[in-house]
């Protein structure tokens, strides 16, 4: 496991009767970006609910740091962080108040200047005033991806990271996340519908059809195996 920073053994989660995920195996490989791929309804998001602790597992392994999820979760919670425009911050705290709480929640050292170097870093500074409610979508995003990266996660799981930015943000934010995971030698993984965005940034990808994993590995060679020019095309055949 030594390369890897995520081994996923053999996980299944069934709701009731029904199998979400159907005994998936994986590894991601340390300093790298993955896209998790599938329509919806493909499991992507149990998937990201398990990986990060939140929802637990009906029968498998999952291994982040070398370190089983299970039983050692506080310590591994501790080194990753997430991102989704589906959830919202503390909507009646003002942008500056949501970071230092969950800075202080983080245990980040020093908080205060990590904050002022991430809000220049990101452009964000004429909203940190702002009462997180009030923001718009597109706001809410940069906010929340701020947040994400207080901790300096070494594994940063991002839902649909650029959803509802206009197209000169969402080119910020891609290449701010490229330069971001090479400065800190993290691992990043990517659900995301925009496979533009998901060829141009990640070197591996995962596709996701009803809980099994239909495609996975280096996307070039996918591509060239399958014989198509595009993940959209790869998407549409295999997803």
Do not use: W
């Not at 989660?13 to 005994?23: L, M, T």
């Not at 309804?41 to 299970?70: S, Y």
Request: proline letters at 3%; hydrophobic letters at 40%.
């Amino acid at each position: 496991m030594n390369n890897n920073l995520i081994n996923v053994v053999n996980l299944v989660k069934n709701f009731d009767e029904q199998s979400v995920i159907k005994n998936i195996s994986f590894n991601v490989k340390k300093n790298s970006i993955v896209g998790i791929l599938g329509k919806n309804g493909a499991g992507k998001t149990t998937l990201l609910g398990m990986l990060l602790g939140l929802i637990t597992p009906t029968r498998g392994d999952i291994f982040i740091l070398g370190k089983n999820l299970k039983l050692n979760k506080k310590e591994i919670l501790s080194e990753i962080n997430f991102q989704s425009p589906y959830v919202d911050l503390p909507k009646k705290m003002t942008v500056e108040q949501n970071l230092s709480f969950y800075s202080r929640l983080y245990g980040v050292k020093n908080f205060n200047i990590v904050i002022e170097n991430l809000v220049d870093d990101l452009k964000i500074r004429d909203l940190v005033k702002k009462n997180y409610g009030s923001l718009s979508a597109g706001q809410k995003t940069k906010i929340n991806l701020c947040k994400a990266l207080l901790n300096k996660p070494k594994l940063l799981l991002l839902d649909e990271p650029t959803a509802s930015l206009d197209p000169e943000t969402s080119i910020f934010i891609r290449n701010y996340l490229l330069e971001y995971q090479k400065k800190n030698s993290s691992s990043i993984l990517i659900t995301s519908h925009n496979l533009d965005e998901v060829q141009a940034m990640c070197s591996n990808i995962i596709l996701l059809k009803s809980g099994e994993i239909v495609s996975e590995g280096n996307i070039k060679q996918i591509l060239k195996n399958y014989n198509y020019k595009t993940l959209i095309e790869l998407f549409l055949s295999e997803g």
